[in-house]
């Protein structure tokens, strides 16, 4: 059997490399063959452990977690590095992540290359640092860094790490060479464990917890985090890494943590399209028509990524204020220190006006960011048909519209896809790519390839009114207001939904997109067939009144000026119960769960239904949208999962009690709910077969 760990002599220092790719998981075999490589430490002075590949150890194996443990432990295996009686030295390049921290950390001394990061994303996984980095960290650093690193999960550089006394040494040139080096003026061991407890923080401690409460909210893990962290300055190590080891547990069987790591997997399968297998093009200059908020944001994305973008709007002043406030993002991003001036610079030169479409000649991929009007894409597509290289691929940027129709106006169709990104388009990481029935397989390895150059996160969708993510939304909206006409207040509807977890409710969501972008959009729509107009008969009021949300300081709610603050609104109140009377409907007392159930499992029935007929390949991609670009809780894995989390026999027992009910006709149960609810399935698990 091969093992992925071999050692070899250098003198008197002993090499121990491991080599298992892609990211030097710490597996079963990792760790047992690092446990064996110890033994044979000899007469060596000292031992240094490094890695092969892109990285150090990016942690432990997550697709060993949920089975039966397997010794040696993690834990096992830093204590035999601890144990090891001559000094180990960690020689650390790329990534060291989580348990690959905690590893180094039950090295004595720790070598950084100078690009190498380190860092606690557990947390992002539901846990926290399991083999001893609660622990051994504050002993090195004290206790608001490791606090800091444990909670925000976010990796710190080489500099930083040494200034919190997690790495020794930085080598600028080849690191295995310069850890050798360093072990051989080593002549003593110094293990993390025997350093003295850290000093208690009270400030850290309730700087990190108001993190978790507010930024993390929901989340069990960084509190338990902090309380490990807590731990380590009055316990002795052993009895800390005890307690460690008893919240661990805690939260590694639980279902925050089944959530997150079905998140974790669901976004990297997302980038993988059964059957295909083209290759991608090339991007190398990217070209964007419109200068609104989301083209000058799609333009920063690719810009943020090093690639160089041509902009284009039809209406001069309007490329002139697109480019000023893409200026101005930067320099505020500079001026709050998210960048250096130099990087500021660079972005904003990467990004060049053209004066028509022929500044387009050069690019390999074009994406129209126009006015969301069939006859407007359809004009764009066809001077992009003139413009562009034959092989330059096309892809618009419509939330709602038919790509198909798009793709059919010009003469390759299949150089045509749909890249539709979520607002702020710099920002927000979700991607839906949508495929079309003519688009390559090379347009859409190209779009998926792309996706993951910027750090977006693709997920790929066919062709219907709204894709994936505002397909479902529609569902999640009209429940909504109808729970209002039925009697709840929009404030009581915010609530229930952003104590289950979303960002903000619906209606303050709808007033801070604009009330008047959903009027629109019905207007192509045919009312109670495409959707039920008296969930909308409020909104459709108060945009006829120019209450268009947050933008005209009234919608569902007021806003005073300059405040982004809903305030209710009696006049609101008095106009849903007048509207309710005319419809024939007695208001009544609607309580949070009601709220909650009739949103989220509207979107669940939806997001079944648009999974059966094959517009999402798979229901963890559902997830990946809702995670990324709706703001659902990560730590409940999406609206598939959390059904499943449910049990899919009581998400159907309720569904069909809605179906029965006054808006029956919106809840006809999801074919592939039904059926799986009767196999046992899972709508999570599900891909198209
Ligand atoms: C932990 O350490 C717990 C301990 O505290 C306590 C234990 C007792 N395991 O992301 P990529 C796979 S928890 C297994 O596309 P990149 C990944 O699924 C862990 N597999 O690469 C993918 O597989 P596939 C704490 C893993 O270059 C492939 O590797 N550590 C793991 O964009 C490539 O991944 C973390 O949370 C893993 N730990 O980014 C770090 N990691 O090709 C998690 C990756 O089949 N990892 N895979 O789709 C990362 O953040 C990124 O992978 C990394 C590289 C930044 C390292």
């Known amino acids: 059997?091969?093992?992925?760990?071999?050692?070899?002599?250098?003198?008197?220092?002993?090499?121990?490399?491991?080599?298992?790719?892609?990211?030097?998981?710490?597996?079963?075999?990792?760790?047992?063959?690092?446990?064996?490589?110890?033994?044979?430490?000899?007469?060596?002075?000292?031992?240094?452990?490094?890695?092969?590949?892109?990285?150090?150890?990016?942690?432990?194996?997550?697709?060993?977690?949920?089975?039966?443990?397997?010794?040696?432990s993690l834990p096992d295996m830093i204590a035999a590095l601890e144990d090891c009686p001559v000094p180990v030295i960690a020689a650390?390049?790329?990534?060291?992540?989580?348990?690959?921290?905690?590893?180094?950390?039950?090295?004595?001394?720790?070598?950084?290359?100078?690009?190498?990061?380190?860092?606690?994303?557990?947390?992002?996984?539901?846990?926290?640092?399991?083999?001893?980095?609660?622990?051994?960290?504050?002993?090195?650093?004290?206790?608001?860094?490791?606090?800091?690193?444990?909670?925000?999960?976010?990796?710190?550089?080489?500099?930083?790490?040494?200034?919190?006394?997690?790495?020794?040494?930085i080598a600028t040139e080849d690191v295995l060479a310069s850890a050798i080096e360093f072990a051989k003026s080593i002549h003593e061991k110094r293990r993390v464990r025997d350093l003295p407890n850290p000093e208690a923080d009270e400030k850290a401690s309730e700087t990190w917890r108001k993190f978790a409460a507010t930024r993390r909210r929901g989340e069990a893990a960084p509190l338990k985090a902090i309380e490990a962290v807590e731990a380590s300055v009055t316990l002795d190590i052993d009895p800390g890494l005890e307690k460690e080891r008893d919240l661990f547990m805690g939260l590694i069987t639980g279902q925050q943590s089944a959530a997150m790591r079905h998140l974790f997997f669901?976004?990297?399968?997302?980038?993988?399209?059964?059957?295909?297998?083209?290759?991608?093009?090339?991007?190398?200059?990217?070209?964007?028509?419109?200068?609104?908020?989301?083209?000058?944001?799609?333009?920063?994305?690719?810009?943020?990524?090093?690639?160089?973008?041509?902009?284009?709007?039809?209406?001069v002043e309007a490329l002139k204020s697109g480019l000023a406030r893409i200026a101005k993002l930067y320099a505020d991003s500079a001026a709050k220190g998210r960048m250096s001036e130099a990087e500021r610079d660079a972005r904003i030169a990467r990004i060049s006006p053209a004066g028509g479409y022929d500044g387009f000649a050069g690019c390999d991929l074009v994406?129209?960011?126009?006015?969301?009007?069939?006859?407007?894409?359809?004009?764009?597509?066809?001077?992009?048909?003139?413009?562009?290289?034959?092989?330059?691929?096309?892809?618009?940027?419509?939330?709602?519209?038919?790509?198909?129709?798009?793709a059919a106006s010009i003469g390759d169709p299949s150089r045509v896809l749909g890249m539709h990104f979520f607002s702020p388009a710099n920002v927000m990481r979700l991607l839906e790519i949508v495929r079309g029935a003519k688009t390559s397989g090379e347009a859409l390895a190209t779009a998926l390839a792309v996706s993951k150059a910027i750090k977006k996160v693709g997920v790929v969708s066919g062709v219907c009114h709204g894709f994936i993510g505002n397909r479902m939304l529609k569902g999640y909206g009209r429940e909504a207001g109808l729970l209002m006409?039925?009697?709840?207040?929009?404030?009581?509807?915010?609530?229930?939904?952003?104590?289950?977890?979303?960002?903000?409710?619906?209606?303050?969501?709808?007033?801070?997109?604009?009330l008047d972008i959903?009027?629109?959009?019905?207007?192509?729509?045919?009312?109670?067939?495409?959707?039920?107009?008296?969930?909308?008969?409020?909104?459709?009021?108060?945009?006829?009144?120019?209450?268009?949300?947050?933008?005209?300081?009234?919608?569902?709610?007021?806003?005073?000026?300059?405040?982004?603050?809903?305030?209710?609104?009696?006049q609101v109140t008095a106009m849903t119960e007048a509207l309710a009377k005319e419809h024939g409907i007695t208001r009544r007392e609607i309580g949070a769960d009601e709220i909650v159930e009739r949103c989220i499992l509207a979107l669940v029935n939806e997001g079944a239904m648009l999974l059966g007929e094959g517009i999402a390949q798979r229901g963890s991609d559902i997830d990946v949208v809702y995670a990324n670009g709706y703001g659902f809780p990560r730590w409940r894995g999406g609206p598939m999962f959390h059904a499943d989390s449910l049990g899919l026999e009581h998400v159907l027992q309720r569904v069909r009690a809605y179906a029965a009910g006054p808006h029956g006709k919106w809840w006809t149960p999801a074919p592939l709910l039904a059926q799986l609810a009767s196999e046992g399935g899972r709508l999570s698990a599900w891909s198209k077969p």
């Not at 126009?370 to 290289?389: G, I, S, Y």
């Open 266 to 315: 669901a976004e990297r399968m997302a980038a993988k399209v059964d059957g295909l297998d083209a290759s991608p093009q090339k991007v190398t200059q990217v070209g964007v028509v419109g200068a609104g908020t989301m083209g000058g944001g799609i333009a920063m994305a690719f810009a943020n990524a090093g690639v160089p973008v041509t902009i284009f709007d039809a209406n």
């Open 485 to 514: 006409m039925e009697g709840a207040a929009p404030e009581a509807i915010d609530q229930a939904l952003y104590d289950f977890g979303m960002p903000m409710g619906p209606m303050a969501m709808g007033d801070m997109a604009g």
């Open 367 to 406: 994406i129209e960011a126009v006015f969301e009007r069939m006859d407007v894409k359809k004009a764009v597509f066809a001077e992009l048909e003139k413009a562009c290289r034959a092989d330059a691929i096309l892809a618009t940027n419509t939330s709602y519209l038919d790509v198909d129709a798009i």
């Open 518 to 570: 959903g009027y629109d959009n019905r207007k192509s729509l045919v009312a109670g067939e495409d959707y039920e107009p008296l969930a909308s008969a409020l909104q459709d009021r108060l945009v006829e009144m120019g209450r268009k949300g947050q933008k005209t300081g009234a919608g569902v709610y007021l806003y005073e000026r300059g405040s982004r603050t809903p305030v209710p609104d009696t």
């Open 92 to 169: 650390i390049h790329g990534t060291a992540l989580g348990g690959g921290m905690e590893t180094a950390l039950g090295c004595d001394f720790r070598v950084f290359n100078a690009k190498a990061k380190c860092g606690f994303p557990e947390v992002d996984l539901g846990i926290f640092p399991g083999a001893g980095g609660t622990q051994r960290t504050p002993r090195l650093s004290g206790l608001g860094p490791a606090m800091e690193m444990c909670v925000t999960g976010k990796p710190i550089g080489a500099t930083e790490a040494a200034k919190f006394g997690l790495a020794d040494s």
């Open 1 to 72: 059997m091969t093992t992925p760990v071999s050692s070899r002599r250098e003198g008197d220092i002993l090499i121990i490399t491991v080599d298992n790719p892609p990211v030097n998981a710490l597996s079963h075999a990792v760790r047992s063959g690092v446990c064996d490589a110890l033994k044979d430490v000899g007469d060596a002075k000292a031992v240094v452990l490094n890695c092969a590949g892109r990285t150090w150890f990016a942690g432990a194996d997550i697709t060993e977690f949920g089975k039966p443990p397997m010794s040696p």
